[in-house]
């Protein structure tokens, strides 16, 4: 399974931004898909996940209402970001492999990107 993140860059506090996670390889669209970020020297923390089935989804308290996610079946996930914050700057990871009781802790995948950073500018 190989997973690859696009969409980041540098934009303004209030921006919007939507990332994507292409998965290529052995797909099963029954795995949760999950997106993680790290800031500068921070630990990795969970964003939002996602079940295989799409219904249901979960979110970090810190981007709820201001993040989506959605996927389109095993081939990709998307995190629509809206009403960016400098705090959110980060690299975004995309992940999958797991099941949705425990799509929102990061050691349950064993499938990741390599990142797309985000920055948000003041």
């Not at 079940?51 to 249901?56: D, K, L, P, R, V």
């Not at 499938?111 to 500018?121: A, D, E, F, H, Q």
């Amino acid at each position: 399974v190989q997973l690859v993140e696009s969409g980041g860059g540098l934009v303004q506090a209030g921006d919007s931004l939507r990332l994507s996670c292409t998965v290529s390889g052995r797909t099963f669209e029954h795995y949760a898909m999950g997106w993680f970020r790290r800031a500068p020297g921070k630990e990795r923390e969970f964003v939002a996940a996602i079940s295989g089935s799409g219904s249901t989804t979960r979110y970090a308290d810190s981007v709820r209402g201001r993040f989506t996610i959605s996927r389109d079946g095993a081939k990709a996930a998307y995190l629509q970001m809206m009403d960016l914050k400098p705090e959110d700057t980060a690299t975004y990871y995309c992940a999958t492999g797991t099941t949705a009781p425990a799509m929102g802790f990061a050691r349950s995948y064993p499938y990741w990107g390599p990142g797309t950073r985000v920055t948000v500018s003041t």
